[in-house]
T-cell receptor, first 112, second 113 residues
Framework: DAEITQSPRHKITETGRQVTLACHQT?????MFWYRQDLGHGLRLIHY???????NKGEVSDGYSVSRSNTEDLPLTLESAASSQTSVYFC???????????FGPGTRLLVL | AQSVTQLDSHVSVSEGTPVLLRCNYS??????LFWYVQHPNKGLQLLLK??????LVKGINGFEAEFKKSETSFHLTKPSAHMSDAAEYFC???????????FGTGTRLKVLA
């Protein structure tokens, strides 16, 4: 069955370190999204991509970057981790002309 | 600009009683609206969606929602709550002309035995 996976599921890091969170989907979807979830804010969009070599900033993109070298993967990089980036991160994907986004299980990141 | 407002951050019901989770939206266009559920320490699962077809939308696990344009609402209901319904629920609008979502802040549903 097609799925979307995230790794690691839990990560502890220190401020200033570079961190990369992986997202892999086997739906063959062109559209991929990264969100962060914080209490009182719901999910907020960090970055998104509509296809290979396409990346776009969302509403909370400062301090984050993504790259899209193939259809299946959209890794999220925190260039220099800050305590404010402690959060739960979700990856999602959707197909062209499809309304529904499918979500991964999430990565819980703690920045000390 | 489009937005969604979930009117209650917490809702408690007794098992077997009806559930009502309220969502209002703001959109200049005919919106696409969704309800997602998140069980503790899990990802998000689609409950149901409205995409300009029937205004009463049926979803999984006995949930349904009614799109009311005059009231700009998309409330989620279930006739009889089950303990397994305890979770966080998100109302979502898709931004016009894109594949991007805007999330409400969530409603945490507690089901009492």
């Amino acid at each position: 069955d097609a799925e979307i996976t995230q790794s690691p599921r839990h990560k502890i890091t220190e401020t200033g370190r570079q961190v990369t969170l992986a997202c892999h989907q086997t739906w063959n979807h062109n559209n991929m999204f990264w969100y962060r979830q914080d209490l009182g804010h719901g999910l907020r969009l960090i970055h998104y991509s509509y296809g290979v070599q396409d990346t776009n900033k969302g509403e909370v993109s400062d301090g984050y970057s993504v790259s899209r070298s193939n259809t299946e993967d959209l890794p999220l990089t925190l260039e220099s981790a800050a305590s404010s980036q402690t959060s739960v991160y979700f990856c999602a994907s959707s197909g062209d002309n499809q309304e529904t986004q499918y979500f991964g299980p999430g990565t819980r990141l703690l920045v000390l | 600009a489009q937005s969604v407002t979930q009117l209650d951050s917490h809702v408690s019901v007794s098992e077997g009683t009806p559930v009502l989770l309220r969502c209002n939206y703001s959109s200049s266009y005919s919106p696409s609206l969704f309800w997602y559920v998140q069980h503790p320490n899990k990802g998000l699962q689609l409950l149901l969606k409205y995409t300009s077809a029937a205004t009463l939308v049926k979803g999984i696990n006995g949930f349904e929602a009614e799109f009311k344009k005059s009231e700009t609402s998309f409330h989620l209901t279930k006739p009889s709550a089950h303990m397994s319904d305890a979770a966080e629920y998100f109302c979502v609008v898709r931004t016009s002309g894109t594949y991007k979502y805007i999330f409400g802040t969530g409603t945490r549903l507690k089901v009492l035995a």
